[in-house]
């Protein structure tokens, strides 16, 4: 296909999909994502519709692929090296806390939101300017500024607040410090030579540093809420992806498992299981602790365990949402090591966490998303996302006597279920 073609081809896939989304919209009564302050946040489009669902992803990766090639590569590789302005923009946005100070039903003057934020005209102005052009806030007439969509979600959705902190500002430094980390700890598997350590001079690892910083284990465990509610990675998944019925009333340990979220939301399906959440000392702090809701009280608990140490608690499934990708192949071996105490024959080990596909398979939102997060691991923790094969690899090397049995991704998920059972 030539580069013409290939700009028709996509204008019309880009007509093709349009219609089919605003027809499915249109026939349930539905309106668009809007930027509008009042506007729909999120597109309206179930999953279950698999033609419309379907129809809007291959929308957004077609005007992805347009956009690139009206740019052209020259043009599009000069405004990939700038995009970091955005983060500049958006941190801004968060550190001044320029969001709540706009109010919600009215207009405010740069001068009047520059008083209220105290930070200078000057330099307020073009950081907020800025920001509109990814869509938050917008100017309705010249000298005023007033809330879009995206804007008020940082004052209303503290989950989408605390992602937007924690990416922007927790993490700022870091990122751009992952090149430096690597230069000076080559080949590191330690989750102290990282990014983080080096932005902040820091020899603590990751989740040891999240305690350590004011206010950032609370933020990331908002924050994870935020990741953990985006499409393709709702608790629904992890809650219908697994034949939990068959545990009948059976034990599973949550390690790692933060606030018990995920764990609330597999017991409250299915009434005869019993939820241990684990998590470390820190995690469990008052300031940071969550509660069990009333209904759960005599079926779930909140423990803490640090899953380096040697496992005590017999049960028949041990669950483990977003942790090994965030560990180095030595110390995932270590957790699978350290779990061999507790178990008991047949015992299933059960990961909820990332496969990456093979280059090109996956759909474009998907893998952009999935290579994302692969090199974010080495911002904070030395790791990796992992293919199939480096799964059932980790169980082999860390026991024999563990049975790597299949892993699957649920329908509409993004998340693979990845399950290893005991044999010892």
């Given at each position: 296909m030539t580069s013409l073609e290939r700009l028709t081809s996509l204008s019309d896939t880009i007509a093709e999909k349009t219609k089919i989304v605003t027809e499915y919209l249109s026939s349930k009564g539905l309106e668009a994502a809007s930027f509008d302050v009042n506007g729909l946040d999120e597109f309206p489009i179930s999953p279950d519709d698999k033609v419309p669902s379907q129809a809007r992803l291959d929308l957004i990766a077609?005007?992805?692929?347009?956009?690139?090639?009206?740019?052209?590569?020259?043009?599009?590789?000069?405004?990939?090296?700038?995009?970091?302005?955005?983060?500049?923009?958006?941190?801004?946005?968060?550190?001044?806390?320029?969001?709540?100070?706009?109010?919600?039903d009215r207009t405010i003057s740069y001068q009047e939101l520059a008083e209220k934020v105290n930070v200078p005209l000057l330099k307020l102005r073009p950081l907020v300017r800025h920001a509109m052009t990814n869509h938050i806030f917008y100017e309705p007439s010249k000298g005023l500024v007033a809330?879009?969509?995206?804007?008020?979600?940082?004052?209303?959705?503290?989950?989408?607040?605390?992602?937007?902190?924690?990416?922007?500002?927790?993490?700022?430094?870091?990122?751009?410090?992952?090149?430096?980390?690597?230069?000076?700890?080559?080949?590191?598997?330690?989750?102290?030579?990282?990014g983080v350590n080096f932005a902040n001079n820091s020899d603590l690892a990751w989740f040891d540093f999240l305690q350590k910083k004011e206010g950032l284990a609370k933020r990331y465990s908002l924050a994870m809420e935020a990741h953990g509610g985006g499409e393709g990675f709702k608790v629904e998944h992890t809650v219908e992806g697994y034949p939990w019925a068959e545990l009948g009333e059976g034990t599973v340990v949550d390690m790692g498992g933060n606030q018990g979220y995920v764990s609330f939301a597999i017991a409250r399906a299915y009434p005869k299981l019993k939820f241990i959440v684990q998590d470390t000392a820190g995690m469990r702090a008052p300031e940071v602790i969550g509660t069990i809701p009333e209904d759960l009280k005599d079926r779930a608990y909140l423990t803490t365990h640090n899953f380096f140490m040697e496992q005590t608690v017999v049960a028949d499934v041990y669950f483990l949402r977003w942790i090994f990708h965030g560990f180095s192949e030595k110390y995932c071996i270590e957790i699978l090591r350290q779990l061999r105490p507790a178990l008991k024959k047949r015992a299933r080990i059960l990961i909820n966490d990332g496969v990456l596909p093979d280059p090109g398979v996956a759909g474009?939102?998907?893998?952009?998303?999935?290579?994302?997060?692969?090199?974010?691991?080495?911002?904070?923790?030395?790791?990796?996302?992992?293919?199939?094969?480096?799964?059932?690899?980790?169980?082999?090397?860390?026991?024999?006597?563990?049975?790597?049995?299949?892993?699957?991704?649920?329908?509409?998920s993004r998340m693979w279920l990845i399950e290893a059972e005991w044999t010892g």
């Open positions: 077609a005007t992805r692929e347009l956009h690139g090639l009206a740019l052209g590569p020259k043009e599009g590789l000069r405004y990939l090296a700038w995009d970091s302005v955005n983060s500049l923009s958006l941190q801004a946005v968060y550190e001044f806390q320029i969001a709540e100070n706009v109010p919600l809330h879009s969509r995206t804007s008020r979600l940082l004052v209303e959705n503290p989950q989408m607040h605390a992602w937007v902190g924690f990416f922007s500002e927790d993490l700022w430094n870091p990122i751009a410090s992952v090149v430096n980390a690597m230069k000076k700890w080559p080949n590191s598997q330690e989750p102290n030579e990282t474009a939102v998907e893998e952009k998303s999935m290579r994302t997060m692969d090199v974010m691991m080495q911002v904070t923790v030395n790791a990796r996302e992992r293919e199939i094969d480096d799964w059932a690899e980790l169980f082999k090397t860390a026991d024999e006597r563990y049975r790597f049995l299949k892993a699957w991704k649920p329908e509409k």
